[in-house]
C-alpha cells in the first residue's frame, strides 16, 4: 500500500474524516486529499501530525506500506507468513478494528 492508502484505511478504522484530519493537522482538505490519493507525500513534520492524530507512531504508518514485492526473493516465503501477523498485532495494539 501507499502512505495514502494506509493513512485513508487508518483513519477509517478510528472514524476519522480527511475533514477533521485536516484540521487537526492545519492542512486544507485538499492537501489531505493529495496525500491519501497520493499526488504528493507528506514531509516528515505532516507525518507525524498525522500519526498524532491517529494515535501511533509514525513508523507504523511506514511499516505498513511494506509490500511484497520490496522483500529480497530469498524473504518473501517468511515474509507472506509473518506479514499479515504482524499487521492484525499492530491493528490490536492501536485499538484499530479490521
Given amino acids: 500500500m501507499t502512505i495514502g ?6 483513519l477509517d478504522r ?3 474524516s480527511q475533514k477533521e ?3 487537526k493537522i492545519g492542512k486544507s482538505t485538499t492537501a489531505v486529499s493529495q ?3 497520493g499526488v504528493y507525500q507528506p514531509n516528515p513534520e505532516t507525518l507525524e501530525k498525522i500519526a498524532e492524530v ?3 507512531p509514525a513508523g507504523i ?10 522483500i529480497p526473493e530469498d524473504k518473501k516465503q517468511l515474509f507472506k507468513f509473518v506479514a499479515p501477523t504482524m499487521e492484525n498485532f ?6 484499530m478494528e479490521k
Fill in 21 to 23: 484530519l485536516a484540521g
Fill in 35 to 37: 496525500i491519501i490519493k
Fill in 54 to 56: 491517529l494515535d501511533i
Fill in 90 to 95: 499492530i491493528y490490536e495494539i492501536f485499538s
Fill in 5 to 10: 492508502e494506509v493513512i485513508k484505511d487508518l
Fill in 61 to 70: 504508518i511506514h511499516f505498513l506500506t511494506i509490500s511484497e514485492d520490496q
Fill in 14 to 16: 478510528k472514524n476519522i
